[in-house]
């Protein structure tokens, strides 16, 4: 697919990211806690949204409490970045032996039973890892990605999420694919991470979640039903620096059978025990609870 390799150019321009990623990764680590000394003590990279995000989701934690975490997560996404920087050299055998899966039993089944699948993650723990999928999947594994603004980094991490095997696919290009895919018969596994908040336009559901009503993307509720997959959600969790453990959680098996937004809430709810069980590792630097119903309805009529 357009965009798996790197030109000659790209790789100078890239450079100072290539020498880095030779790096042991303990070293890198080294590296991401200078960063994180940076990033939280002196640039106070978006301390506020943080602790705004954690106070309104954790409100029976005490300031004490919701502090630890987010030192936790900012110590966390400094890690993130030099792990995902990594992957320009990680090997199958590294990337086999960091992310580990408890139950692929479930994934097994659903190939040996001819079946393509909607598999669901979050932003939580290392997602660009989560790539690993496609070294254990027999199906072939489509990440769904929206294009970055910047061409150049947009090319790295399509070159990244398609080392070892993947096939990273624009969201527009989404319908198309799966009908190239359902035209051959061959299954496929449709990886998306659908946490995050949709544009204006397409703010049509919405749902509590950690203690405030949000918009739901539903891109994969309609695509689900439509096509009667199955849906899977893959929980990541952090063991510890640098490994990491996935279980996977069939949703729902008979798509057709649910109504509208079901499938979108059922999602939300995974992705809410996920974060209950290791708050730290979510993204709370985004702005995902920016918009309530109430704004909503004020910009929309503006």
Known sequence: ????????????????????????????????????????????????????????????????????????????????????????????????????????????????????????????????????????????????????SNDLFDRLFVYLRSRFGGIPVPMKHTLRIISEYRQRKEPFALYMLSDQRPGMEDMNYWTPFMNREVPVITGMDKLARRYNLPVVFSRVMQKKQGFYEVEFELLVEHSQELGEYEIAEKYIRAVERGIYLQPETYLWSHKRWKYNPEQYKLNKQK
Request: proline fraction near 3%; hydrophobic fraction near 45%; charged fraction near 25%.
């Open 1 to 148: 697919m357009k965009g798996r390799i790197l030109s000659v150019t790209d790789k100078l321009l890239l450079s100072p990211a290539w020498l880095l990623a030779l790096l042991p990764l303990r070293v890198l680590y080294l590296i991401s806690w200078g960063v994180y000394m940076v990033l939280y003590y002196l640039v106070g990279y978006r301390r506020k949204v943080v602790a705004d995000n954690l106070k309104a989701a954790f409100p029976e934690k005490t300031d004490q409490d919701r502090l630890v975490i987010e030192r936790k997560f900012f110590r966390h996404l400094c890690d993130y970045f030099m792990e995902s920087l990594y992957m320009i050299r990680m090997s199958k055998h590294q990337a086999s032996k960091r992310f580990v899966y408890t139950n692929p039993e479930l994934i097994n089944r659903l190939y040996d039973e001819g079946k393509s699948f909607i598999l669901l993650t979050s932003h939580q723990g290392n997602w660009e890892w989560a790539i690993r999928f496609s070294l254990l999947f027999r199906h072939a594994l489509i990440g769904v990605y929206k294009p970055l």
